[in-house]
């Protein structure tokens, strides 16, 4: 299989991590006799100061001409007095709008391994969880109408939250079929009792889940949702929620698996064509030092595999050679836990997972 995939390494540690995600993805081509492409194009800050502007056309043209894209992490304090318009990340609500994606899929997953390293009470981890956040990507309060206004105490800002039945539908199929695929469970998070756009959302949910009998489904207020994914995280399964909600919850659950450096997220649209990034930042104070844990960008490549490429088998190669390389005790800084032992570099770390495959 020939897959042609467009990177955008970005700012910070981003260059890194794809680096070590390219390598993978490399080593898994070989093994199953496919053909990855891999051409590089600019994003965020580094695209700011190469182009002026942190989304190119040439990238977005770049993007729409691959089978998919793989990215690394945007932003920085360099880029810090950008106005708001032209801010490294708002790449990523650009190139998520021009490519269709209106779907985020971000698992949290505790690995046996890694239980040492959750801030969670074995008895509240059990037997370990296993989450499939669906967040809804292209709507909501990231794309409403915002800007400044005189208001009651003179000059304020406002955002806002808007969302149509067709983006709550759209997002909810996703949601109920990937819980049709997994434990059949779904919970929606809004925040119903306040917002008008969250009572549209839950309406919206109720009529679709009468299609999916199947699944059991049950609704949530963010607010409880934030304190139940600490005190029993073994009770959900799949999590759909609205842009912001899904942002916040989903970075709360990383956390919960022992490092944010471990998650990896998907988006996608209609097409296959999807994009795929781990969901942590640029982490500027540690780039270009070889610190970095590679893992969610590696488990990223994974993802695209098995949702752009249809490539299980593959996929699974990757997850199996992550989960036995955690096994075997091989730790970044950020997972180290108590361990006293040097942790392993980002490149150390990439070829730890590399002699498993």
């Not at 779904?186 to 699944?215: F, G, Q």
């Not at 098995?306 to 996929?315: D, F, K, M, T, V």
Request: charged fraction near 25%; aromatic fraction near 6%; proline fraction near 5%.
């Amino acid at each position: 299989m020939r897959f042609k995939v467009a990177l955008l390494k970005g700012d910070g540690i981003g260059p890194e991590i794809v680096d070590s995600a390219v390598a993978v993805l490399k080593k898994v081509a070989d093994k199953f006799g496919h053909e990855f492409v891999f051409t590089p194009y600019l994003i965020g800050g580094c695209a700011i100061d190469e182009m002026g502007v942190p989304l190119p056309p040439e990238t977005i043209e770049g993007c729409l001409e691959s089978d998919s894209i793989l990215l690394g992490s945007v932003g920085g304090p360099k880029w810090d007095d950008q106005p708001g318009d032209n801010r490294p990340e708002k790449a990523l609500l650009g190139i998520r709008e021009a490519l269709g994606l209106f779907t985020n899929l971000r698992p949290a997953k505790l690995y046996p391994a890694l239980r040492e390293a959750s801030p969670l009470k074995d008895d509240v981890i059990g037997s370990g969880f296993d989450i499939m956040i669906v967040r809804e990507l292209t709507g909501g309060i990231y794309f409403g109408d915002r800007g400044y206004r005189e208001g009651k105490y003179g000059k304020e800002a406002y955002d806002t939250e808007a969302y149509s039945v067709t983006e709550i539908e759209r997002i909810g199929r996703v949601a109920f079929e990937t819980a049709m695929k997994r434990r059949k469970r779904l919970c929606s998070i809004d925040k119903a009792n306040v917002l008008e756009s969250s009572r549209l959302w839950r309406k919206t949910m109720h009529e679709l889940a009468l299609k999916y009998p199947n699944v059991k489904y049950t609704d949530m207020i963010v607010d409880n949702a934030a304190m139940q994914l600490i005190r029993d995280p073994q009770q959900f399964d799949v999590i759909v929620t609205s842009n912001m909600f899904g942002d916040i919850l989903s970075d709360e659950a990383s956390q919960l698996t022992g490092s944010i450096g471990m998650l990896a997220s998907a988006s996608l649209g209609a097409s296959k064509r999807g994009m795929f990034e781990p969901i942590h930042g640029s982490a500027p104070d540690i780039a270009g030092k070889n610190q970095a844990n590679p893992i969610a960008a590696i488990l990223s490549g994974a993802m695209m595999l098995r949702y752009s490429a249809g490539l299980s088998e593959e996929a699974d190669a990757i997850e199996a050679a992550v989960e036995k390389a955690l096994a075997k005790g091989c730790r970044t800084a950020d997972i180290r836990g108590s361990s006293r032992e040097t942790p392993l570099t980002c490149t150390q770390m990439t070829q730890a997972i590399l002699e498993v495959l």
